[in-house]
């Protein structure tokens, strides 16, 4: 069985009334993506709760799939007209079928953290051995170690861990965070999500990795105070979260901040600094992670 996809560029005013436009006339599937995705024009777009962001990029594409006999540019042409646009230039291809879930595993390689440390989804061969492997694939939480905010958390984690030290991991997403602390010998270990389909796939994550760890929706009481207390969210909710992030950490212990972006950084430590003396610990592909030590 083959599709027929269409791309064509519009701009951001048009690309989102244009794409439902297509999907009610027919269309498979319709998105948008970022017409220069690719080259140094290329604009990141990066959301959270309280922020706000255009819908779409100024030089949008939308790329749209159909059945294979379907008279595709017919329908953009249609769509257009309704909407009183131009009907723009257009390509089409032919989407073979495949094996797609063949094609996702194979674009999900085993990543290096460290030397010590990595990422392996559960059907690569290990390749280091020696090293500590968590066994993660791709799933519906949060978190495969891809994304430079979990791999800045993991290299603090492999700092900051210390044998049989607590942990709680705030918004635990996958686990990913929660199990390489354990694996890196943190006991115990206490991830919360406020999602229920991540605390069920880091449940199943830990068990797959063979680690101990309790993990609990986060509106539930959390008990007692922690070594270390690692949160891997967004600003938004980190700003409102302080004090009650805060009242978990005893005093000496650690706090690590993520989800941050680096125009953000000031603000949050400065919301921290009545509990924490604040620091960038490192920053990457314009995210920083902030360490604290509780006062």
Known sequence: ????????????????????ALMEAGALSAGIEDADAGTPEETPQFGEPGMDIAAAWDHSRIAALFEADADAGAVLAACCAGLGLPTPPFTLETVEEQNWVQL????????????????VPSWHETPAPDAI?????????????????????????????????????????????AIAAARLGANPVTGVDIDPQAVDAAKANA??????????DSREPIDGQFDILIANILANPLKALAPALAAHVRPGGWLALSGILVEQEEELMNIYSPWFAMAVADRREGWVCLEGRRI
């Open 207 to 216: 068990e797959r990795n063979g680690v101990s760890a309790h993990f609990a």
């Open 133 to 177: 492997n968590l066994i993660l694939d791709p799933g519906m939480a949060f978190g495969t170690g891809s994304h430079p905010t979990t791999r800045l958390c993991l290299e603090w984690l492999e700092h900051y861990v210390t044998t049989d030290c607590s942990l709680l991991d705030y918004g635990c997403g996958s686990g990913i965070l």
């Open 104 to 119: 996702t595993q194979s674009q999900f390689d085993p990543i290096r953290v460290s030397d010590k440390l990595w990422i």
């Open 1 to 20: 069985m083959a599709w027929l996809q269409l791309r064509c560029d519009t701009d951001a005013a048009s690309a989102e009334a244009l794409t439902d």
